[in-house]
């Protein structure tokens, strides 16, 4: 069964960074789709980024390009969100999702979610 536990959020001011882990079990990362999304209540879950496992390319949502960078480490399970600048709107629950199929994490269906990591940003 995979699961994914997010970590790395918390309280910062406008123009800090913070860094986002995503640790993924009973998965073989290299063979996953892996996406980072963020919610605040009221909206839908926002794409903000995506990485498949049969391109090096990776896909960013229009809010954060240029601020927010996501990698992988296979060796170690995980992915992360570099999150850099950040404004008062990045504000929400950041999680981390996958799935075999890289357009299921894309569409917000995705097979297998975290429970999400809260992220602050004051001003």
């Known amino acids: 069964q995979v699961h994914l536990v997010e970590s790395g959020g918390g309280v910062v001011q406008a123009g800090s960074s913070l860094r986002l882990s995503c640790a993924a079990s009973g998965l073989t990362l290299s063979a996953y789709a892996m996406g980072w999304f963020r919610q605040v209540p009221g909206k839908e879950r926002e794409f903000l980024a995506a990485?498949?496992?049969?391109?090096?390319?990776?896909y960013y949502g229009d809010s954060v390009k240029g601020r927010f960078t996501m990698s992988r480490d296979d060796a170690k399970n995980t992915v992360y969100l570099q999150m850099n600048n950040l404004q008062v709107e990045d504000t929400g629950i950041y999680y981390c999702a996958a799935d075999r199929n890289p357009k299921m994490v894309v569409t917000r269906r995705a097979g297998a979610w975290g429970p999400g990591t809260q992220v602050t940003v004051s001003s």
């Open positions: 990485v498949t496992w049969n391109t090096p390319t990776t």
